[in-house]
C-alpha cells in the first residue's frame, strides 16, 4: 500500500542540521491497522506528514500504490492527497464553517458538484453518527464530536488511506474509546488502511495489527502487536509498555528464592481460555505459584501471559518443557 | 455656541465630503491592502510560499509609508497626486495620499489577523490537496474575516482622522471647513460642530464594525 524506503530527513535548526529520522523503512499493508508509536520529539509527527508528502523526505523513497510520491512537485501531489484523509490531534476544523461546509470543504477541492457534495457529506456525517448536527459550528460540538468531524472530512471523498496524527490525544478517555471503536469500524467496513501514531500504547493495543517503535529518529521495533506486546525487546518498547500498565519484570519483586524454575508462558487465542496451569499441576505433580500474570485481547485476539514458579522433584522439572510444547503454549525460562 | 451663525448647507455637505473621502480611500486602501497583506502573510518566514526577497522589500515599502507622517506624505504626493487624481485640491486631491497612507497600514493588520490563525489550519488545507490559492480563498480569509472587518473599522476610523488633516492644503470635507472656519476665521463654534460631527461619526463606525464583528464571530459560542 505505501512503502517508505531509507528515509532520512534533516532540519536546519539555527545553522545546525538536526536529524529528526534517519533511515527509516516501513512497509503498510492494504486493509491494516498500522501503529507507530513513540515519545514526543521521537519523529512521529514528522513520519506521518511524509506518507502525504506534507514533509518532503531529505533522502529515501515514499512509493503510495506504485506511485513514488517524493519524485512528484507540489501540483501533481494535490490529486493524490485527496485519496489519503488525514485526522488531526487539534481537529483543524475551519471555525467560520458550519460542520457540513467543513466536510465539503475536501469535496469542493475535488471539483464535485454542490449537490453532489451536500449529499456526499450528510453520507459521511451519517456514518460518524453526527447528521444531526450539519449546520452547527464546530465551537458548538464536544471535542470528540468536532474529531468525529474531522474523520468525516477525512472520509469524504473516499479516502484508500486515512492518517491519524494523534487522533485522540486531546479527548478524554470515554471519548478515546468512542473514537477508536469509530475508527475500527471504518477499517472493518470501508476495508480502509489505517496509518496512526500516538504515545499510548492502549490505543495500539485496542486497534492496530502491526506497529513500529520508533526512537530518537529510527525504528527500533516492528512486528505484529501481539508479539510485540508479549515479547518486547527494546527498552523503549518495554518502558513505553511498562508506562501503560504492562510492566514485563514485575514478576522478580515476587520471586521464592532458591527452588525450582522460572518460566514466562504465553497462550494466544482459545489456548488463553483453558485451564493449563492446574493439568500442569496435576500431570506432573508441581507446585505452581503464579508471580505475575495478565489476561486480556489485544486487537481482538485473546492472549495470556503468566510467569510461573514450578517446584517439585527434579524429573517432573526437566518434563516441564516436553508437556508445554505438547500443549502449544509459548514458553521462556527466566531463571534458572 | 451660536446657533444661527451656522452655515449649516456647507457643514452638511463637509460631513458628506468627509464620509465620501472615507469611502473611496477605504474602498482603495483595502482592494490594495488586503492583496498585499495576503502577499505579505505567505512570504513571511516559515509560510506557505516563504520567499526572503518578496517579505523583505514589500516589508521595507510598508514600513516606509507608515512611518512618513501623514502631513509630510500628504505634501511630498502632491506632484504625484495631480497624475492620479487630475488635481491636488479637493474630495478627489485627498484620495491618493489617503489611500497611500492606509493600504500599507490595513496590509499590516491584514498579515497580523492571518498570523493569528492557527497554523493547523493551513495543514490540514494542504492535507486535503488544495493550493497555496485556494487555501487563502477557501480557509484563510473565512477563518480571518473578523480580525479583517476589525481591521477595516480600525482603518476607516483612521481615514476620518486623516482626511480631516488633508484640510490643511485645502482637502475639503469637515477638517477643512474646521481649518478655515475655526482657525482662520476665529469661528471657534465651527470648529466645535465639526468636531463633534466626528466624534459621533468614528463612535457610529465603531459600534456597527464591532456588532459586525460579533455576528460573524462563531468561534466564541
Known sequence: ??????????????????????NVNLRINEGEVFGIIGRSGAGKSTLIRLLNLL?????????????????????????????????F?????????????????????????????????????????????????????????????????????????????????????????????????????????IVLITHSMDVIRQICHR?????????????????????????????????????????????????????RLTFKGDAATAPM???????????????????????????????????????????????????????????? | MNWSNMDWLLILEATFDTLLMTGISLAFAVLIGLPLGVVLFLTGPRQLMSTPWVYQSLSLLVN???????????IVMIPLTRVLAGTSLGVAGAIPPLVASAAPFFARLVENALKELDPGVIEASRSMGAS?????????????????????VVTAIMLVGYSAMSGVIGGGGLGDLAVR???????TDVMVLTVLILVVMVQVMQVLGDRLVARLNHRRV
Not at chain 1, 100 to 117: E, H, T, Y
Not at chain 1, 182 to 189: A, M
Not at chain 1, 288 to 303: A, E, F, V
Request: include cysteine.
Open chain 1, 89 to 193: 490531534q487539534h481537529f483543524n476544523l475551519l471555525q467560520s464553517k458550519t460542520v457540513i461546509d467543513n466536510v465539503c470543504f475536501p469535496l469542493k477541492l475535488a471539483g464535485m458538484s454542490r449537490q453532489d457534495r451536500h449529499k456526499r457529506a450528510m453520507e459521511v456525517l451519517d456514518l460518524v453518527g453526527l447528521s444531526g448536527h450539519a449546520g452547527k459550528y464546530p465551537r458548538q460540538l464536544s471535542g470528540g464530536q468536532q474529531q468525529r468531524v474531522g474523520i468525516a472530512r477525512a472520509l469524504a471523498n473516499r479516502p484508500s488511506l486515512l492518517l491519524c496524527d494523534e487522533a485522540t490525544s486531546a479527548l478524554d478517555p470515554e471519548t478515546t474509546q468512542s473514537i477508536l471503536s469509530l475508527l475500527q469500524q471504518i477499517n472493518r467496513d470501508l476495508g480502509l488502511t
Open chain 1, 1 to 22: 500500500m505505501i512503502v517508505l524506503e531509507n528515509i532520512s530527513k534533516t532540519y536546519l535548526a539555527t545553522g545546525v542540521e538536526v536529524a529528526a529520522l534517519s
Open chain 2, 132 to 152: 497555496s490559492m485556494q487555501t487563502v480563498l477557501m480557509a484563510l480569509l473565512p477563518e480571518a474575516r473578523t480580525g479583517i472587518v476589525a481591521a477595516i
Open chain 1, 211 to 263: 506497529v513500529a517503535v520508533i526512537e530518537k529518529g529510527q525504528v527500533v521495533e516492528s512486528g505484529d502487536v501481539l508479539d510485540v506486546f508479549l515479547h518486547p525487546k527494546h527498552e523503549t518498547t518495554q518502558s513505553l509498555l511498562a508506562q501503560s500498565g504492562i510492566d514485563t519484570d514485575g514478576w522478580k519483586a515476587m520471586l521464592n528464592h532458591g527452588q525450582g524454575r522460572v518460566l
Open chain 1, 277 to 336: 496451569i492446574s493439568r500442569i499441576s496435576r500431570d506432573l505433580g508441581l507446585d505452581i505459584s503464579i508471580l505475575q500474570g495478565s489476561i486480556g485481547r489485544i486487537n481482538q485476539t485473546p492472549y495470556g501471559q503468566l510467569v510461573i514458579q514450578a517446584q517439585g522433584d527434579h524429573v517432573s522439572l526437566a518434563r516441564l518443557e516436553g508437556l508445554l510444547d505438547s500443549l502449544e503454549i509459548s514458553h521462556e525460562e527466566l531463571q534458572a
Open chain 1, 55 to 87: 514533509e518532503r523526505p531529505s533522502s529515501g523513497k515514499v512509493v503510495f500504490k506504485g506511485t513514488c510520491l517524493s519524485d512528484l512537485d507540489e501540483p501533481q501531489l494535490r490529486p493524490i492527497r485527496q485519496k489519503i484523509g488525514m485526522v
Open chain 2, 64 to 74: 516606509v509609508l507608515r512611518s512618513v507622517p501623514f502631513l509630510i506624505l500628504l
Open chain 2, 181 to 187: 472656519f475655526g482657525y482662520q476665521r476665529y469661528q
